[in-house]
Structures are given as structure tokens and as C-alpha cells.
């Protein structure tokens, strides 16, 4: 079946310590998302990718990077993470911009 | 700024009863969906629905984009129908925009 998948679904890293959370997607969209959401908010986009050209979110801090290396892959990179962005990543896509959106399962983040 | 109201905030049912959900957003929208986040955080996509009125067994979805709403129908609700019921609207290319959802507690 095709889907969007995270790696891993359930991560543990130490303040500071640069983490790099994963996705993969089989629907050959053109679009990719990164999405984060915390405890009983609405998830909140960080940037996206349409194709290989990268659209960041103009409050999304500098800590959090992306790439991109091929259409199937993309990876969410927090440079030194803060007790404040554990939460649940979500990565989704849509086969162009303003279509339906897939989301992956997430991968919840612990920040000791 | 682009508003999107989700009512009521939370519903607690008895399981086999029916229910709707509101969105109300406050521009036109090219995009609408209606997504389940179950308890382990995912979100599922429910109906893909910027105008008109689609089912997929006991839900529902209905939106009339000129009055600027769109409803969700739960029919003989289950336990696991419980979770958070968002509704996402996109306007033009901006990015898609969620609104604040209502938490569905279905009790055996």
C-alpha cells in the first residue's frame, strides 16, 4: 500500500543533542511537509518542500532544518534541541500544492 | 488573519449515538479535510471535501463553501471513534490551516 512513513515513532534525545527524525513516502508526490504539534494544540507547519525547492515558515526557529535528498526522503533536523520542542512531528504530502494532504504516524519526541 | 472555528470544543456520547461537528472558517477555500487523530497521535484523513457532500460508511461530510462551513456526521458512534476531530482549510497557496478541534469521548 502506498503511504508516508516515519522513523522511529518514538524518540528519546538530551538537551542539546542534535536528533534527525526521518520520512519516507511511496505516493511519488511532488510535495513534502514538516509539521509540528504540541500537547492539545493544532499542528503547526515548519516548512515544506515542492520538489527540491525548500519553503520555510517565517516563524520557524533557526534550530530546525530539512532535507531533501530525492523524492521519497525527506529529514527534520533540530541542531540543539530545548526542553521546549519535545512534541510530535508529523510529515505529510500531497501530490502539488493546495491537494490533499497524507499524513505519516509521527514521531513523538522527548527532550530529558 | 484566516479563522477557522471548530465547534463544539468537546462531546461526550454514549457509544451508538450520533453526532456532528462544525468548521466555520471565514474565507473562501480552495482545500477543506477532516482528519481522526486517534490516542496515538495519528492523523487520518476523513474526507477530502472543499464543496458538496460525500459518506464513507457511518460518517459524513458536508460543505457549503458559499456559507462558509462545513459539518462532519458520526452515525452509531464506537469506542473507536474517540480522539480529536480536526478540521484544515487552505486559502488560495497559503499554507494549510488548522482549526482548533473537538475532542470526541465515545463511553462504552
Known amino acids: ?7 522511529p515513532r518514538y524518540q528519546v534525545t538530551q538537551f542539546g543533542k542534535p536528533v534527525t527524525l526521518s520520512c519516507s513516502q511511496t505516493l511519488n508526490h511532488n510535495v513534502m511537509y514538516w509539521y ?6 493544532a499542528p503547526k507547519l515548519l516548512f515544506h518542500y515542492y520538489d527540491k525547492d525548500f519553503n520555510n515558515e517565517a516563524d520557524t526557529p ?10 521519497s526522503f525527506c529529514f527534520l533536523d533540530i541542531r540543539s534541541p530545548g526542553l521546549g520542542d519535545a ?21 513523538r519526541l522527548t527532550v530529558l | 488573519g484566516i479563522q477557522v472555528e471548530q465547534s463544539p470544543p468537546d462531546l461526550i456520547l454514549q457509544e451508538g449515538a450520533n453526532s456532528t461537528l462544525r ?17 496515538w497521535g495519528q492523523l487520518i484523513n476523513l474526507f477530502y471535501i472543499p464543496s458538496g457532500t460525500k459518506q464513507n460508511g457511518r460518517l459524513s461530510a458536508t460543505t457549503v463553501a458559499t456559507e462558509r462551513y462545513s459539518l462532519l456526521y458520526i452515525s452509531s458512534s464506537q469506542t473507536t471513534d474517540s480522539g480529536v476531530y480536526f478540521c484544515a482549510v487552505l ?15 465515545i463511553i462504552p
Request: aromatic letters at 12%; charged letters at 15%.
Open chain 2, 91 to 105: 486559502f488560495g497557496n497559503e499554507k494549510l490551516t488548522f482549526g482548533t478541534g473537538t475532542r470526541l469521548t
Open chain 1, 62 to 71: 533557526d534550530n530546525f532544518q530539512s532535507r531533501r535528498p530525492n523524492t
Open chain 1, 1 to 7: 500500500d502506498a503511504m508516508v512513513i516515519q522513523n
Open chain 2, 23 to 39: 468548521c466555520n472558517f471565514s474565507d473562501s477555500v480552495n482545500n477543506l479535510q477532516w482528519f481522526h487523530q486517534n490516542p
Open chain 1, 87 to 107: 512534541a510530535m512531528y508529523l510529515c505529510a504530502t500531497s501530490r502539488d500544492q493546495a491537494l490533499e494532504q497524507f499524513f505519516g504516524p509521527g514521531t
Open chain 1, 36 to 41: 509540528q504539534q504540541k500537547s492539545s494544540q
